[in-house]
């Protein structure tokens, strides 16, 4: 009789237990978003448009669908001012600004990997490179002093909407 009794009381302790889980599941809150930590990249702007030796460009008119993740302004290792500002697109890719004072050359090869020439684009009246990489594509100009690139996952189309943006 001292054996059922046991098994018995494990039993409702694990009952309880499980109840007191599940209704902890139901009460704390989940996310339900897609994991995209979006950052308010405003003040960054400000910021590195008072510091920077050239133009600094952010976008201005881009919908709520475009979320920004990521925002840095530094100098490299060379002493290169350096303006990163990047986005998760309506699409759900990924696309960034770059820009630097570096050469040319330089910025292209490190915002996008194994890139190679692919066209040129009209943006807004502008003159763009386009260029291919594994497994970022890109639009390139100069604008002022510094080297601009649109660089991404994303398609050329929303790399020019992102390039149509920069104020």
């Given at each position: ?11 409702l302790s694990m009952l309880a237990v499980g109840v007191v889980v599940f209704v902890g599941y139901l009460f ?140």
């Amino acid at each position: 009789m001292r054996g059922r009794q046991t098994v018995r009381d494990m039993v409702l302790s694990m009952l309880a237990v499980g109840v007191v889980v599940f209704v902890g599941y139901l009460f704390i809150p989940h996310s339900g978003g897609d994991g995209v930590h979006v950052v308010d990249y405003r003040s960054a702007l400000a910021s590195a448009k008072r510091a920077a030796p050239y133009p600094v460009l952010g976008p201005q008119g881009l919908s709520g669908e475009w979320r920004a993740t990521s925002v840095e302004y530094k100098k490299d290792a060379k002493g290169h001012a350096v303006w990163h500002l990047g986005f998760v697109t309506p699409s759900g890719l990924y696309a960034a600004v770059e820009q630097s004072n570096a050469g040319r050359d330089e910025v292209i090869a490190a915002v996008v990997t194994g890139a190679k020439p692919d066209g040129n684009a009209s943006v807004a009246g502008q003159d763009w490179q386009r260029y291919q990489g594994d497994p970022y594509r890109g639009l390139a100009a100069q604008t002022g002093s510094a080297t601009t690139v649109i660089t991404g996952t994303a398609s050329y189309d929303e790399l020019s909407q992102l390039a149509q943006s920069l104020k």
